[in-house]
């Protein structure tokens, strides 16, 4: 029997190593030094992975998945005078003003359709316009559709004016190098299922510190207070405040020492990049169009527009190509029809290559 019956080419969970996998094939307690020293080390970690600026940034992880650690930040972060504005191009910028809203933070959508990358123009009219603004949120790689957003052109108009900047790195942050100190991000969020290739259960957030510790007693939530969970995690040494997904954790270390022994970030970044060219390549010469233009097409999945051709069913392409080992991800987009190919975790050169020829055999609309 063959590991997995199919390699997942979905934005997360994703297909990870047997490494990280048998991680997971013990019970360990919560509370002994052995697991909060494993918790600890996972921190020191992520922030070393985030900046090189590592004494003014600290990391939280968090129950839940990368939803629930978005809106622990958007929960905690912003105070009850406070007024959000957020970037949308897709539906995971779209969920933030949604939480916002619902958690009754003021919140200014700065809307930019699905295909347009994230403006630094149309940010820039807007904090100048309501200067009351307080707080940008932007998606790093617009998972709904693929598009790398323009990180550091926002981050740059939003710290001009003196915002506090919290990025959803979720689907980017382990396969795109980001220095958060760099950019001046304040809190930027990922999770365990995603480029750093372990399993779902938790999330984590890189926080400049002195902005976290501002937000004491700020959280909308007891569950998803994001400096309750700091502060514990600080003066307890690696403990969580609740039950944490043990397994996850230790699968998730597991994959923080697998993506060392890649040669990190920049190698990881090389692998997805590579990944993703094939693709569209191999794509293009079977006939598909990507949807982005490359210039803002993120090396982390990509949409397909559907072939112009009345036999195409995504269903049955879907179907097919689940036989044939590889399970595809549906479009989540209105103004096309389309399916999206991720590229992230186990998944090589070798396994794009097998992916083109499976679909080279299964042209049933032709
Ligand atoms: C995966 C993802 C999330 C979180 O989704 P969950 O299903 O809650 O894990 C948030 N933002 C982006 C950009 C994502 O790709």
Redesign the pocket.
């Known amino acids: 029997m063959p590991d997995n019956p199919y390699l997942l080419l979905t934005?997360?969970p994703l297909s990870t190593t047997k490494r990280v996998k048998a991680a997971m094939l013990k019970d360990w307690c919560t509370w002994d030094r052995e697991y909060n020293d494993l918790v600890q080390d996972i921190r020191g970690r992520l922030v070393r992975l985030a900046t090189t600026d590592t004494d003014r940034y600290t990391a939280v992880l968090m129950q839940g998945?990368?939803?629930?650690v978005?809106e622990s930040v958007i929960g905690t972060a912003i105070p009850a005078d406070g007024k959000l504005a957020v970037l949308i191009n897709g539906a995971?910028g779209e969920?933030i003003a949604q939480m916002a809203e619902r958690l009754r933070i003021s919140t200014v959508r700065i809307a930019l359709g699905e295909t347009t990358p994230a403006d630094v123009a149309a940010l820039e009219a807007v904090l100048a316009a309501q200067p009351d603004i307080t707080h940008v949120a932007v998606?790093h790689?617009?998972?709904t559709t693929g598009m790398r957003n323009p990180l550091e052109d926002i981050a740059r108009t939003a710290k001009q004016h003196g915002k506090t900047l919290i990025a959803?790195a979720?689907?980017s942050f382990g396969g795109i190098a980001i220095d958060v100190a760099a950019l001046g991000i304040d809190f930027l969020i990922s999770?365990s299922n995603?480029c750093i290739q372990g399993v779902?259960g938790f999330g984590f957030v890189i926080a400049k510190t002195e902005e976290l510790i501002a937000c004491a007693g700020r959280a909308r939530s007891l569950s998803l207070d994001l400096y309750d969970q700091w502060e514990t995690m600080e003066r307890q040494q690696g403990k969580w405040r609740f039950t944490s997904p043990t397994h996850v954790v230790h699968a998730f270390h597991e994959a923080l020492l697998e993506l060392e022994d890649e040669g990190g970030i920049a190698k990881r970044q090389q692998r997805y990049e590579n990944n993703q060219r094939l693709l569209v390549r191999g794509m293009g010469e079977l006939g598909f169009q990507a949807l982005l233009p490359a210039s803002c097409q993120s090396p982390i999945i990509t949409s397909f527009v559907y072939p112009a051709h009345p036999q195409f069913s995504f269903a049955e392409f879907y179907a097919r190509m689940k036989l044939e080992g590889f399970v595809l991800y549906p479009g989540k987009i209105s103004s096309a029809d389309t399916f999206r190919i991720g590229n992230i975790g186990d998944v090589h050169a070798d396994d794009i290559a097998r992916l083109l020829e499976a679909i080279g055999r299964n042209r049933f609309w032709l």
């Open positions: 934005p997360g998945s990368g939803t629930f978005v995971y969920r998606v790689t617009e998972t959803d979720m689907s999770s995603k779902p």
